[in-house]
Nanobody, 118 residues
Framework: QVRLQESGGGLVQAGGSLRLSCTASGRTFMYAMGWFRQAPGEERKIAARIRWANGETYYADSVKGRFTISRENGRNTIYLQMNNLKPEDSGVYYC????????????WGQGTQVTVSS
């Protein structure tokens, strides 16, 4: 079992920045970790993910060039630096972990709200 604790959400004006953090504890044998976001009335979608072993990253087209995902291995922590935020970036951001041996993200944080005002 992996426990994920997110922090860093909040309210920001369009064009501003926020940094989200997610720390994993427990059985932290992870293949990858990622950030998903869910806007009201929409399905949860991946924003970015990072492979734990080699740091390889993936970004959704909507956030490329504005968001940066990174990891801090010694602290089992990932970050999502979000710059030039837009109102359409608003939603609940969830940290997720794909454990070694799993084919999908199987551990989730409780979510943190990001609201971008225009």
């Amino acid at each position: 079992q992996v426990r994920l604790q997110e922090s860093g959400g909040g309210l920001v004006q369009a064009g501003g920045s926020l940094r989200l953090s997610c720390t994993a504890s427990g059985r932290t044998f992870m293949y990858a970790m990622g950030w998903f976001r869910q806007a009201p009335g929409e399905e949860r979608k991946i924003a970015a993910r990072i492979r734990w072993a080699n740091g390889e990253t993936y970004y959704a087209d909507s956030v490329k060039g504005r968001f940066t995902i990174s990891r801090e291995n010694g602290r089992n922590t990932i970050y999502l630096q979000m710059n030039n935020l837009k109102p359409e970036d608003s939603g609940v951001y969830y940290c997720a972990a794909q454990q070694v041996g799993s084919t999908q993200y199987n551990q989730w944080g409780q979510g943190t709200q990001v609201t971008v005002s225009s």
